[in-house]
């Protein structure tokens, strides 16, 4: 709480001059509280957009005083710069050297991204930013089902993976003829390949230096693709055959079924990458989710929402559960939970986590979203709580300690050149800060 | 957010009672909190009045976005909304696309009646698949494009992205889907609830009970019989371009937004006489069918995209993106002629083109003043209440706009 000043006045009038102009002080005042101003240790703060308040707002002015609609992520450049996802203005917008808001890619208006000056274009739903080795901006364009490079300094847009095809193809290929349903998140490793989270495909897919694209992670020998159907039936004994047909021949009664379903689950932990199980979210009414970041020794962190997990691959593709548990084999009864802080990270219970970020020091960070806070996985492995109220949707105003302010779906998190936390309170409309 | 930061004060000053600087002092209070309170008007608004052929501003504030619910109309937040719907009863309600909501004007405020925050398709439990239905306000929606009075009460609520068609019955509040299920191309000659559609922007109701639908990336018009059997009457399926003036319906080629992210376009509408007209928006015409007749033609559009041709005959005149079609009560179809930020009105008699409201100019301008010479911003839709008054869907401008006066008889 702020405190008046306590000065001795003399003179009636001049103490109440003093005192009007107090209150207009304290009533326009746009920074909320002293903790914010002070940058207290654990104080969360607004970074951007206004709390509550969605909408499209205007570009030239300050971070506060903007506004974004369901923000999904933040990702600082090479320059320093915060650029954001507003997702359903369908923008990235960034906070300029100046301190302003400044919009960099998109019209807003729905379109297939096409080619061109990233002003001009127009997105559907974009979902993350990362940059490129030489300083460019690679963006995970989702329902566009492309992931484009973007020039700050030309401001040109150009796709260079996926077709726009909402399907799964192209492995072996070039990476400009493959085929992304979802891409949600792009991170480069040390070498500069491109990992790619095709979400509704539950599949990591990267693009090699030859510029051919191949699936990491997912989905194992067993999956057949959706051209297919796989029909299992009772034999004369009783025994279950089951049949792998081509859906256009599938005049053989015995292979008439149901179609395949996607490569969804849960499963090899302990084993590599093309024989493991995801589940992240697909169909008509699918958020974004599945987004990954990797750290320093080229390992791969995925927050594979569906199974309530945080999943890593290791440099040479080993699997396992990083943060998170949950059934033996994908249960769609199981919501996840809230449990386990204070314990190792992979004996806790997460809610549908939509993203993690990798601090310098190995600190990993996940947006737990379906608990509506940000779970912490220090080096050694310990979980624990570091924004938001988990189990409890909110909207808190900025200034006290971040674990005691709910957050609503944060989808989004990352960690700052400064080593603080930002987070997307997506329901929120904000874009926060945790001072670390 | 503010209270926790005013500090009480108690210190009396001699000569002057406490209760003096405790009055004063909440009086500067509430100045300085009014002063900088931006969104508290100083004054009531102005009411919407004047000579017939006046516009003013009915509902939105012009700021893009969602600012919570119950708020006077004329301080809402609306962003880019498509159409207006008004019921026979008078009750009015706004596609507000952007927000992926249904909102109705109660009284002075604005209120969310079908949609909820989350973007999406239907309540988590899919109870909406089926009658009664679920509460409006637990129903996810992907971008909405149309609300329709239907003859029973309810409102047909055409949802654009969820590829679907809901009703919405404003009794119970309840939403359910009657027709449409994943993106696709299907179901003809079957039951229309089963069928796949793709994308449809907009439906017309026949006159006898049935519907025609503006099936935007499957680039045809469907058509649903009284009996719910649902059939495709004009357009090429996936086959856009331009064809078919003189031609049969089926094999005539329209142009709507296609790819896989369109934004919306193309609408469609029928005359007293059962003729189905279509707002062939990509190639800047209006198109007639005939379905009894098996014809089809241009009424306006020269299919060059621009301004032009007013006083004369639709088809001479030009038109840029045409959105919204719906006929006034002066028997004229009236088009959101929304790249030339216009609303025009065609005579499909003697087709005769005007331009009823918008100056061009892509701003926001000319409240209270004549329509023709205020600024709208890429208005899609056109609307009339039940006096008969002309409703902008000032889309750009995320505003209603309302033209004094009942458009009369011809």
């Known amino acids: ?436 | 957010m503010r209270g926790h930061k005013t500090t009480q004060q108690r210190t009396a000053s001699k000569g002057l009672p406490a209760r003096w600087w405790a009055a004063t002092l909440a009086a500067l209070a509430a100045a300085a909190l009014a002063a900088c309170d931006t969104e508290t008007p100083a004054t009531p608004p102005r009411p919407c009045e004047g000579a017939d052929g006046t516009i003013c501003t009915v509902i939105g504030n012009g700021e893009a976005g969602f600012d919570g619910d119950g708020n006077p109309l004329l301080e809402s937040n609306l962003y880019w909304p498509i159409d207006v719907a008004v019921h026979p009863d008078g009750r009015t309600w706004v596609i507000d696309w952007n927000n992926h909501r249904v909102r109705e004007a109660q009284g002075d405020k604005l209120q969310t009646v079908v949609g909820s925050d989350t973007l999406g398709d239907g309540p988590d439990d899919h109870s909406d698949l089926t009658p009664a239905g679920a509460v409006g306000t637990l129903v996810n929606l992907n971008h909405p494009t149309q609300l329709v009075p239907m003859d029973d009460g309810s409102l047909l609520l055409v949802a654009w992205h969820n590829h679907k068609l809901r009703k919405y019955d404003p009794l119970t509040g309840r939403v359910h889907v009657v027709v449409g299920g994943g993106a696709g191309y299907a179901g003809d000659g079957g039951a229309a609830k089963g069928a796949q559609l793709d994308q449809p922007q907009a439906v017309a109701k026949d006159g006898k009970g049935g519907l025609y639908i503006l099936d935007q990336r499957n680039q045809v018009v469907r058509h649903i019989d009284q009996d719910g059997v649902i059939h495709t009457v004009a357009g090429t399926v996936k086959g856009d371009g331009f064809a078919g003036d003189g031609l049969k319906p089926l094999e005539a080629k329209f142009s709507f937004p296609k790819g896989s992210n369109p934004p919306p376009g193309g609408w469609v509408a029928v005359d007293a006489k059962g003729r189905v007209y279509i707002s062939d928006t990509l190639n800047h015409r209006i198109r007639r069918v005939d379905l009894a007749a098996q014809t089809v033609e241009t009424i306006a559009g020269t299919g060059e995209a621009g301004y032009g041709g007013d006083g004369g005959k639709g088809p001479e005149a030009k038109l840029n993106n045409p959105r919204k079609i719906t006929f006034g009560p002066d028997g004229r179809l009236y088009i959101g002629d929304e790249k030339n930020n216009r609303i025009r009105a065609l005579d499909v008699d003697t087709l005769t083109i005007t331009t009823v409201a918008g100056d061009g100019k892509a701003t926001f301008a000319g409240d209270f003043g004549p329509a023709a010479k205020a600024s709208l911003w890429r208005p899609i839709g056109v609307s009339f209440n039940v006096k008969g008054e002309m409703l902008i869907v000032d889309t750009y401008n995320h505003r209603i706009r309302r033209v004094i006066g009942t458009i009369g008889g011809k």
């Open chain 1, 1 to 436: 709480m702020r405190v008046m000043p306590n000065a001795a006045v003399s003179r009636p009038l001049s103490r109440l001059a003093a005192l009007a102009a107090g209150l207009a002080l304290v009533a326009c005042e746009a920074d909320p509280v002293d903790a914010c101003a002070e940058k207290t240790k654990g104080t969360i703060c607004d970074f951007m957009g206004s709390l509550g308040k969605s909408g499209l707002g205007k570009d030239g002015v300050t971070p506060l005083q903007g506004r974004l609609y369901w923000p999904q992520d933040l990702t600082f450049g090479p320059d320093g710069l915060p650029y954001v996802l507003d997702w359903n203005n369908h923008r990235v917008r960034r906070v300029n050297a100046a301190g302003l808001i400044e919009t960099v890619i998109g019209t807003g208006e729905l379109g297939d991204a096409p080619d061109g000056p990233a002003l001009e274009t127009r997105l559907n739903h974009p979902t993350h930013i990362s940059f490129s080795p030489t300083g460019d901006l690679v963006l995970s364009a989702w329902h566009n089902s492309k992931v484009a490079r973007v020039n700050l300094q030309t401001g040109t847009i150009k796709s260079f993976c996926g077709t726009g095809g909402r399907s799964y193809g192209g492995d072996g290929g070039p990476a400009e003829k493959a085929v992304l349903d979802l891409p949600v998140a792009a991170v480069f490793d040390s070498l500069g390949r491109l990992i790619i989270a095709d979400q509704a495909n539950q599949r990591l897919r990267r693009i090699e230096l030859d510029n051919t694209i191949h699936t990491i992670f997912g989905p194992g020998p067993e999956w057949i693709d959706e051209s297919q159907v796989k029909v299992c039936a009772p034999d004369d004994k009783g025994a279950t055959v089951c049949k792998v047909c081509a859906k256009a021949a599938a005049s053989d009664p015995a292979c008439k079924g149901e179609p395949a379903k996607r490569p969804s689950g849960f499963a090899g932990d302990g084993g590599i990458g093309k024989d493991a199980r995801m589940f992240t979210y697909f169909g008509q009414e699918a958020g974004p989710a599945g987004r990954i970041d990797i750290d320093a020794d080229d390992a791969i962190y995925l927050s594979d929402s569906g199974n309530h997990r945080i999943r890593k691959m290791t440099k040479d593709l080993q699997v396992s559960t990083f943060a998170g548990s949950g059934p033996a084999t994908y249960d769609a009864t199981y919501d996840g939970g809230f449990a386990g802080d204070g314990g190792p990270a992979n004996a806790a219970k997460l809610r549908s986590p939509r993203d993690v970020a990798v601090a310098k020091d190995g600190t990993v960070f996940i947006a737990d979203t379906g608990n509506h806070c940000i779970r912490r996985v220090k080096p050694d492995g310990v979980i624990d709580t570091v924004a938001g109220i988990c189990g409890k949707a909110g909207r808190d105003a900025a200034g006290s300690p971040a674990a005691a302010t709910r957050l609503d779906r944060p989808y989004g998190v990352a960690v700052g050149p400064d080593g603080n936390l930002y987070i997307a309170d997506t329901y929120n409309f904000v874009f926060r800060i945790v001072y670390l």
